[in-house]
């Protein structure tokens, strides 16, 4: 399986790569992106010679002949990215959010199928053991059928680390922010749009694709700063309410060390409840018939649930289809949610979910 990875916007495309490169059948043909510097560590980590590096993605895509291309700009451009690409005739992993609208998110699932190649989404929190055995469960009918979905998302802020969570100082995350795409609206910065896909898409996920009704949201604004930092948005289903909390600013990162409130999910059911939180070794359980929580050991993840490449290429082999928050059918649902929180918070006041 030839992969290139085009557009280096988003730190997760070297994340992303060293799962290519770490899988047994894939190789990496090529790197492409305007800015040489950005892919420096890439070539670097992943011993890409440099008649495969490109600027030009169009040579790059007729020289390198990938099966499958990476793809990680700004959310805004998600839609533009697909559209360039798609011509090509190749496979598409977009890195979420899935888009900065519904309407570009249509516009990338109408530019693959138009070429008959498939598209995903990835979104790391579906790589989490515990998030993985609370969907298990819920599947098993453990906790009855679902009825709330809670989700705190976030960490310290996009620029504190780069791939393979490496750390950046406070000196240069501050010299970065007035030119980081992360916070310019017309780029589709904001903490709702980096990090209420997760809540929504997951959220749908463990609600097994039941669509919403309503959405009311509020963000926060802060002098100086553009975009939003902390989104609060409660979700009306035909069940109950959901609340998803998206926050750039938690007091720790939560892979490093778990912030107060924890980051992850607490889903309640008609039998019962699970809380799932963001890395963690175990995950809370009740049930009617044993309602003192007692901790569950997470599923230890195999072959070919412990990432999205591993995951992609294995349903392109085997025609298995694409399943879960990656399928286009659950993201879509999930940017149908961040869409309508988005007018909520612009317009405040509540809004029908949008179509």
């Known amino acids: 399986m030839k ?6 916007d988003h730190f997760h495309m070297g994340d992303l790569l060293r799962y290519a490169y770490e899988h047994p059948t894939a190789e990496i043909v090529a790197i492409c992106d305007e800015h040489p510097e950005r892919m420096r560590s890439a070539a670097e980590s992943f011993h890409i010679q440099s008649d495969r590096i490109y600027q030009d993605y169009r040579q790059c895509l007729e020289e390198s002949k990938p099966d499958l291309v990476i793809l990680c700009p700004a959310t805004a451009k998600h839609a533009e990215w697909v559209e360039k690409v798609a011509p090509f005739r190749v496979h598409m992993l977009v890195e979420k959010p899935f888009a900065a609208s519904l309407a570009e998110s249509d516009r990338m699932i109408r530019a693959a199928r138009e070429f008959g190649k498939q598209l995903v989404v990835n979104w790391p929190l579906v790589w989490v053991p515990a ?8 599947d098993a009918g453990v906790i009855g059928n679902v009825s709330e979905v809670r989700h705190y998302g976030g960490n310290r802020g996009p620029l504190y680390h780069l791939a393979d969570k490496v750390e950046v100082s406070e000196a240069e995350v501050l010299a970065q922010k007035p030119h980081s795409w992360f916070y310019k609206k017309t780029h589709g910065g904001g903490s709702l749009l980096d990090y209420m896909g997760y809540g929504s898409t997951l959220g749908t996920w463990f609600h097994n694709g039941k669509i919403p009704i309503e959405v009311t949201t509020v963000v926060n604004e802060t002098p100086g700063v553009e975009v939003d930092e902390h989104s609060i948005s409660v979700v009306r289903y035909d069940v109950g309410l959901s609340k998803i909390e998206t926050r750039w600013g938690t007091f720790t990162d939560p892979w490093v060390t778990q912030t107060q409130p924890k980051c992850g999910f607490e889903i309640i059911g008609t039998d019962g409840t699970i809380s799932s939180y963001d890395y963690a070794d175990t995950i809370g359980v009740q049930t009617r018939k044993c309602p003192t929580i007692h901790e569950v050991p997470v599923d230890s993840l195999a072959a070919p649930t412990q990432n999205p490449v591993q995951y992609f290429i294995h349903c392109l082999e085997s025609g298995e289809p694409i399943t879960g ?9 999930g940017q149908q949610i961040v869409d309508t929180a988005v007018i909520s918070a612009r317009e405040k006041r509540t809004v029908p979910l949008v179509k």
Do not use: D, V
Not at 3 to 8: L, S, V
Not at 131 to 138: D, E, G, M, N, Q
């Open 325 to 333: 928050p990656l399928s286009l059918e659950i993201s879509r649902i």
């Open 3 to 8: 992969i290139a990875g085009i557009n280096f």
């Open 131 to 138: 998030h993985r055995t609370a969907k298990r469960l819920i």
